[in-house]
Every structure is written in C-alpha cells, then in structure tokens.
C-alpha cells in the first residue's frame, strides 16, 4: 500500500461462528492488504446465557454474538489473546458435590455448609457476556461498552449491533404436511423441523445503531456470510434504517456462501440462498459471490443466482482440511484478498 492510500473499509455482517470467521478471515489478510474492519452484529440472540440475561436482567443487547466478534477480531499479542480466552470462559455447573471447574492448587477452602448448588445462577454464563452487561449498565451505551471492550482484547477492528435493543425474530415454519407454525425466537427457529416460509423481526421498525449505518454509508466492501441465514445474515435487511444505508451505499457487496446446510435452511440449495436475499431486499445488488466449489457442487444454478443480482461468482477451496462444512479463516482470508484488493 503506497504512503497515501488509505486502508479498505471493511464492513462485515452476521453473528455467531459465522461472523467470527469471516473476521478471523479479514484478520488474515493483513500481511496482503490494509483493512478497516467493522463488525455488525444481528441482536436477536435468546438462548443460553443470551437469553437468561435478557430475561433476568432485562439486558439491553444480548451480548453473546457480540462477545464472539470482539474474540475473533482480537490482537495476536499474548496478553490480549488470554484477555479474549478469558472473556470465552463459559462457567460449568457444578451439580456434584466432589465437581470444581479449578484444579486443586487453586481451589480455596470449602465451607463446612455447602451452598445450595441447584441455584448456580453462574453456570452457562460466559465471562465477557457479563463483562459487556456489566459495561453496558454502567455506561449506559451499548457502543461504549463495545468500544472499551474492544480496547480490552485489543481488537483489530470495531464491533457494532445492528440495532439499539435487542430484537425478536420470528418465522413462519411448514413441516412435511405443508403445514405452517409460526416459531417465535432465535433459539426456536434455528432448531426448528420444517422449511422456514418467512422470518420477520419484532419489533419490525427497531432503531439501526446510528454508527452501523455510518460505517455501511463510508464503506468500500460490505460483506454477508457465512452464517445461519435466516437468523444472523438476512436480518440485517430487516431493519429499515439499515437495509436503506445498505442500499445506497456506493460500496461493493461481496456474498460468503454457506459450506452446507444447516437446520434452519434443510432444502435450501446454494442458489437458493441467494434467492432469499433479493426476496427479502430486492434493491440489494452484489458484486461478488464467494463459493467452496466441492461444497457448492454444480456451479452453474449458483452461477446463474448470482449474475441475477449483478453479481460473479469466485471459487475457491475455503474450507477446512478434515471434511467438515466450516470455513479455514487462513484459507478464506487468501480467496478474500484479490477480491477486496480489486476496489484499489
């Protein structure tokens, strides 16, 4: 990169592990091309430690997605490497009299009346999902909290929700029958046995987080995938105040393609996936789509589902060596870098 270019802007959608490799992907691309990297992440987690803390805290963002990003997106230095394990510690339960999550030299004496253990509210919660509760109720700024966490992992980029509480997603679910139940909550549709018919969000009008569409408006590339579809990557286009900044943006959109299917999408072919893009935002145009061609088997109707969005289709083995369907970060971010090094 010359003296005056300015580094690639960088705005990456998503939640959960699908999110966290695709940043770990943009990480990669360092020693090749400079990246200001925004990580935007969908608000409707309400499962696990998730859940429990919207319920019993009435937590303003479910911190969980949001956790995941700022440790992919952490600082290769030791130091912050442990601070982002730490904040990836889920505590285990400890329902056994003789159970304790710490080895012996570091346990501490016991009480001869033993808590009751059947109330170990810590149990399931993860360490940065209480930090960024703790950060958030102090602060009184989601973003705030974001943004000193991230200092905290040392994150090589900014981790923003796509909007300003938290949301509810709900989808209209067909079993085998052609028979249509409306599943309420991420947790629910994610797992959910049919073929989803629609996905909604509720509220259906939240407020977009003001610096996401800030950052989607100054961006070069904006970048969906992989992920769970339904529940992490398409409701970003349900939130109007974003989708509008995701139309008009003169950035390039690049699409990650799914390495297979997963429950929420049981039936739904590579090509379909991008069909559900356009029905859900049919002003969304794309650049690149960015496939496993031993995933995506026969390229053509993927080939053909993107060129209907403006769209080529790149191949590119991004998978992980042992067979399973999980993107290699280190391999995606080498496919990602002429992709993104084409805008210069």
């Not at 805290?57 to 730490?86: I, M």
């Not at 929700?161 to 028979?179: Q, S």
């Amino acid at each position: 990169m010359t003296a005056s270019a300015r580094p690639i802007r960088v705005v990456a959608f998503g939640g959960g592990h699908g999110l966290g490799a695709s940043l770990r992907a943009l990480r990669h691309t360092a020693a090749d091309l400079e990246l200001d990297i925004t990580a935007i992440v969908t608000v409707g987690d309400d499962g696990g430690s998730s859940g429990r803390l919207r319920v019993e805290r009435d937590a303003l963002l479910p911190p969980g997605d949001l956790r995941q990003a700022l440790a992919a997106l952490a600082d290769e230095d030791p130091t912050t490497q442990l601070t982002a394990k730490v904040m990836q510690h889920r505590f285990v339960a400890m329902s056994e009299p003789g159970v304790s999550p710490l080895p012996p030299v570091v346990r501490g004496p016991r009480l001869e009346r033993r808590a009751d253990r059947s109330k170990d509210t810590l149990a399931g919660h993860t360490v940065g999902n209480l930090v960024l509760l703790g950060l958030m109720e102090m602060l009184g700024d989601p973003v705030l909290a974001l943004d000193h966490a991230a200092a905290m992992v040392g994150a090589r980029g900014r981790v923003l929700p796509m909007a300003l509480h938290a949301v509810g997603i709900e989808a209209d679910v067909a079993d085998a029958t052609g028979r249509t139940t409306t599943i309420r909550g991420q947790h629910s549709v994610a797992v959910a046995d049919g073929r989803v018919e629609a996905v909604r969000l509720e509220p259906s009008d939240p407020p977009a987080c003001p610096q996401a569409v800030e950052a989607v408006r100054a961006a070069d590339w904006l970048i969906f995938g992989p992920g769970s579809w339904y529940t992490s990557v398409l409701p970003h286009l349900l939130v109007p105040g974003l989708a509008r900044a995701i139309v008009d943006s003169p950035a390039r959109r690049l699409v990650t393609l799914n390495l297979g299917a997963d429950k929420e999408t049981q039936g739904l072919s590579a090509a379909g996936h991008l069909g559900t893009l356009h029905r859900y935002l049919p002003e969304l145009r794309v650049d690149t789509v960015l496939a496993d061609e031993k995933w995506t088997g026969e390229p053509e109707p993927v080939r053909a589902a993107a060129l209907r969005m403006g769209a080529d289709l790149v191949l590119a083995p991004v998978a992980v060596a042992d067979g399973s369907p999980r993107h290699d970060p280190e391999a995606l971010g080498v496919a990602l870098v002429p992709v993104l090094g084409a805008a210069r």
